[in-house]
């Protein structure tokens, strides 16, 4: 575990005395924003330093000798609230994020209107969220809290660390998901469905804090929809050609994957459907038609059998639904039902 370390001797055993910081070994002194520097120095790993008033509050009483201590083994007054804050950060430096957790729990309930308690609680819980345990409503909570008994200078960066490391757990939520889905083998329905809740809390949470915050979303907005367009097209181009699949059950396969991706698409759109973004929008429904003109029309190997005919019907419709939503967006005159898809059979099927 990272300690703060006298320069001189290298001990790591301090006391404060008349306000000065003392090396237990050596006696050489440093003062209080040495310290602090010293302090400082050991913090990277959490995000742009902690406020001033937390590493304030840990200088307030020396103890950089910090053990695996049990937060229930501290008395709930006042005097454990720095010991235990001190230990919250150093856990927190040395990626023992629950450990975090813990000691900033403890802290709130000693004192339930500690600002630094609840932005450390904050930063530890992002650390332990992802798309398969979304923790962002706590994250949002405890940032919401720490901002809310945050007064003087301090506020005004404490909301600049708050809204930033939201937007960062937020697009990494985001990003985790489409990572994996990029490959035609890895996307399936529980990927899609964790995509669609990762979504699901961002729009709940993260967008409605930083609004509150006078944070404008627009463009992280864009930057999640292209993300997941991306990450669609990328599954796509993954796709093999259908005249090169020989077995029925990888070309049914296939077509389902197809749908899966369609559908990645179309949350993308969703996720960001403005009129400043209509150009995307529209490429992004083209893109829809293409693959899908693709499957009703490719050549099929000669031991599968393609499309019945009711999947074709179906997919037409869904072809021209896109269309008229591509007329929606440029102001036209919408589609007639197209049922006479008469395109040319094409065994090319990638994306420019």
């Known amino acids: 575990m990272k300690k703060i370390t006298c320069e001189l ?5 301090f006391v404060k005395q008349d306000g000065m910081v003392v090396c237990q070994n050596c006696g050489i002194k440093y003062t209080i924003e040495d310290a602090k520097k010293m302090m ?7 995000p742009n330093k902690i406020p001033n008033d937390i590493s304030n509050n840990i200088l307030d009483d020396i103890s950089f000798d910090v053990r695996n201590e049990n937060p229930d083994n501290f008395p709930n007054d006042e005097n454990s609230i720095t ?3 001190n230990l919250a950060v150093c856990s927190f430096d040395n990626k023992n994020y629950n450990k975090a957790e813990l000691y900033t729990s403890k802290i709130l309930d000693i004192d339930p209107a500690n600002s ?5 609680k904050g930063l530890a819980i992002s650390k332990q969220s992802d798309a398969y345990e979304i923790r962002l409503d706590e994250i949002i909570q405890c940032f919401t809290r720490s901002i809310d008994n945050a007064h003087g200078d301090n506020l005004v960066k404490l909301k600049e660390l708050c809204t930033a490391e939201v937007c960062t757990v937020s697009k990494e939520l985001i990003e985790q998901i489409c990572e994996k889905c990029r490959s035609y083998f890895y996307i399936d329905e529980t990927e899609l469905n964790l995509l669609k809740n990762s979504i699901s809390y961002v729009n709940k949470y993260s967008f409605p804090f930083l609004q509150r915050h006078n944070f404008t979303i627009d463009n992280l907005r864009k930057s999640y929809s292209d993300i997941i367009e991306k990450a669609a097209i990328d599954a796509w181009n993954d796709i093999p050609n259908l005249h090169e699949i020989s077995e ?6 296939y077509i389902n994957r197809h749908d ?4 990645m698409l ?13 150009d995307d929008n529209v490429r992004r429904y ?3 038609i293409t693959a899908t003109d693709y499957i009703i029309n490719a050549a099929y190997h000669k031991n599968c059998q393609g499309l019945t005919d009711s999947q074709k019907e179906e997919y037409k419709n869904k072809i021209n639904e896109w269309r008229n939503k591509i007329n929606e967006i440029q102001g036209t005159v919408p589609l007639k039902k197209d049922n006479d898809n008469n395109s040319k059979k094409d065994d090319s099927k990638k994306y420019n």
């Open 286 to 288: 083209n893109k829809m």
């Open 83 to 85: 010991k235990l804050l």
């Open 40 to 46: 400082n120095d050991i913090l990277d790993d959490i």
């Open 260 to 263: 899966l991706i369609m559908d």
């Open 116 to 120: 630094a308690g609840w932005y450390v």
């Open 9 to 13: 001797c290298g001990n790591s055993n």
């Open 248 to 253: 029925q059950d990888v070309v049914n396969d």
């Open 266 to 278: 179309q949350l993308s759109i969703e996720l960001y459907a403005c009129d400043d973004n209509k």
